[in-house]
């Protein structure tokens, strides 16, 4: 039985590293899938590799759906230009649960799982398998990004590329500088993140990059204050939005992005920092172990019906 879902087409590895044609996106989760989306809208054929068929159906389900909010919104005038759209957007995506069906490309991205161990194993088989020319980069939000890269061999072709969540509305990307990453490399990394809509900012590897480091410490006070029972969720958020003009509370983000990711994020920068601020959080630690991760759940800080898609 075939392991490829969806259409076929015919990938070129050939190009240079200031042409990135071919991309494939490792991980189907939110993250994965809307960059795989992104990639695809920007024209570029695109592989999405996960190890399970379930995760690609159900990322297969919501790029669809997402695309055809993109159609409406930027065609609304058109059905024929909108239908256009999304069909040619998805014939550029490729989905597969072997890793080796998505080695021959120019540009690898990964976006699994946060933990060290588990993204280390990745790109070492990336670093084996792919062809001279293809850079590596990352989406860890919080890890190391030479850390994760400290055993390939390619290190000039490495860096980071921080997408935020959701991939398709949030305008930024973080292009981290690797250790030893080479100056065309890094070239390469901006201009490809502004092909696929992107506003790039770089930093080099400190932990947290720029957001992170700033939002972590806010995030966490906020959860505190919250756990204290100084204000409730709701109002917490309701003066950070219109007080501060933000577009969402700290709690609503932090369920968003899921607390067990804020959890994890709060313990590594904890490890690499040592700054008490990232010390652990009573509530966000009960919650988590309860199965409470927010949105992606049904219930975190708040609770949340069960999504339709």
């Known amino acids: 039985m075939n392991k490829l879902v969806g259409i076929t087409r015919n990938f070129s590895s050939s190009a240079s590293l200031n042409a990135i044609k071919t991309v494939t996106v ?20 695109v592989y999405l590799i996960d190890t399970q068929k379930e995760q690609l159906e159900k990322a ?21 230009k909108a239908d256009s759209f999304v069909k040619e957007s998805l014939n550029r995506i490729k989905m597969s649960t072997a890793l080796e069906d998505g080695v021959n490309v120019d540009l690898v991205v990964e976006a699994i799982v946060e933990k060290l161990d588990a993204k280390q194993e990745l790109f070492n088989k990336l670093d084996q398998l792919c062809p001279e ?63 696929v809509g ?3 900012i770089t930093c080099k590897d400190t932990p947290g990059f720029i957001v992170n480091r700033l939002l972590g410490p806010y995030s966490a006070e906020a959860m505190r204050m919250y756990e204290r029972g100084d204000a409730s969720a709701k109002d917490i958020d309701i003066a950070m939005k219109l ?15 899921g607390l067990d990711t804020k959890k994890a994020l709060l313990s590594v920068m904890l490890q690499k920092t040592g700054h008490p601020v990232f010390q652990p959080i009573g509530l966000l630690n009960r919650l988590v172990a309860e199965g409470k991760y927010g949105r992606k759940s049904g219930e975190g800080i708040y609770k949340y019906e069960k999504s339709k898609v």
Not at 133 to 155: C, D, P, Q
């Open 243 to 257: 007080g501060a003009g933000f577009p969402m509370g700290p709690l609503e983000l932090a369920d968003y992005t």
């Open 60 to 80: 297969q389900k919501s790029i669809k759906n997402n695309l055809v909010r993109v159609a409406k919104k930027t065609f609304k005038d058109d059905a024929a």
């Open 133 to 195: 020319h293809t850079i590596l980069a990352t989406n860890t939000s919080s890890m190391s990004v030479n850390e994760i890269g400290s055993r390939i061999k390619r290190k000039d072709r490495y860096g980071g590329l921080h997408f935020f969540n959701p991939v398709p509305v949030m305008r930024l990307l973080e292009v981290v500088k690797g250790e030893q990453i080479s100056e065309e490399t890094y070239q390469t990394l901006m201009t490809w993140g502004k092909s």
């Open 26 to 45: 490792v991980g189907g989760g939110l993250m994965g899938s809307g960059i795989a989306q992104v990639t695809a809208q920007a024209g570029q054929n």
């Open 198 to 200: 992107k506003t790039c």
